[in-house]
């Protein structure tokens, strides 16, 4: 996990990806990712959620991080522990004005931008930023087995 991020359960699993910032990659990228989420027991409902913010979160750090340059790196970190999903992405780029976004109301688009950040926290139960908004850190709470 980058610096500044610790686990605090024990039994906690995680692994680093890298992936090049460009369109061609990300199917591949979203792919890998998902495959590591699968393997260690989301269920559908979980992964289904996951899909959706993942997928817009890299196309966010593609397009405005990397400007689709296939030389940068978007560099992604997965733990998985009893409790949550947690996904982390951290591109190159300047990042954008993170205060713009805050908002009582999380279905309102408050940037001259798309539904992105809307549809993410709608799906995940926190989405927060880091780097000046050049990171962006998902957390999906794991259901409670039925």
Known sequence: MPEG???VEQEAISREFTFP???ESMVAARESVMAFIKENGANEGEEIDIFGALQESLA???L???QNDGAKTIRCWVEIDPSAFTIIIRDPGP???VAAT???DFSVNTTGHGRGICLM???MNDVSYGHGGSEVRLRKLREPPS
Do not use: K
């Open 5 to 7: 991020y610790q686990s």
């Open 21 to 23: 910032g460009n369109s």
């Open 60 to 62: 966010n750090a593609i």
């Open 102 to 104: 805050e908002t009582a």
């Open 64 to 66: 405005h991080g990397c």
């Open 95 to 97: 990042g954008f004005d």
């Open 121 to 123: 926290r709608s799906l």
